[in-house]
């Protein structure tokens, strides 16, 4: 059975593995290797990429890190021309993804929600012992 992928979704994948191996082997900043590349959209006419990116640290370094990606969107792009054989390298997006520190804390609601009904259950089965 056929895979139904676009070609630009085969860009996507390919421009996000790129992405991070230069992320991590050119970025001149300490903390470079802390950042995670979590999905890349290609525009259809593949003029434009957003790069959705994620980043463990403090928020000093998470702001430090957004304007180094910011002003090396240049010299990433031309270095991923080189591999590429579009017409034109689409130009780059960077978006912080916000989606693992979301998901993070509905688990911790979810638990806390638990572990309430827990206590809840544990104090009802108490009281109707006492009758």
Do not use: C, W
């Amino acid at each position: 059975m056929a895979k139904n992928f676009t070609r630009s979704d085969r860009i996507a994948q390919q421009l996000q593995r790129d992405v991070a191996e230069l992320i991590r082997a050119e970025l001149d900043h300490p903390k470079a290797s802390l950042i995670t590349i979590t999905d890349v959209e290609v525009t259809r006419d593949y003029s434009h990429a957003k790069i959705f990116y994620t980043f463990l640290g403090t928020a000093e370094d998470a702001q430090a890190i957004a304007a180094k990606l910011e002003n090396a969107k240049g010299f990433l792009r031309s270095e991923l021309s080189r591999g590429f054989k579009l017409f034109k390298m689409p130009e780059l997006h960077f978006v912080y993804d916000h989606s693992i520190e979301n998901g993070m804390h509905l688990d911790s609601l979810i638990q806390q929600a638990v572990s309430t009904k827990a206590l809840d259950d544990e104090e009802g089965d108490v009281k109707e012992g006492d009758a």
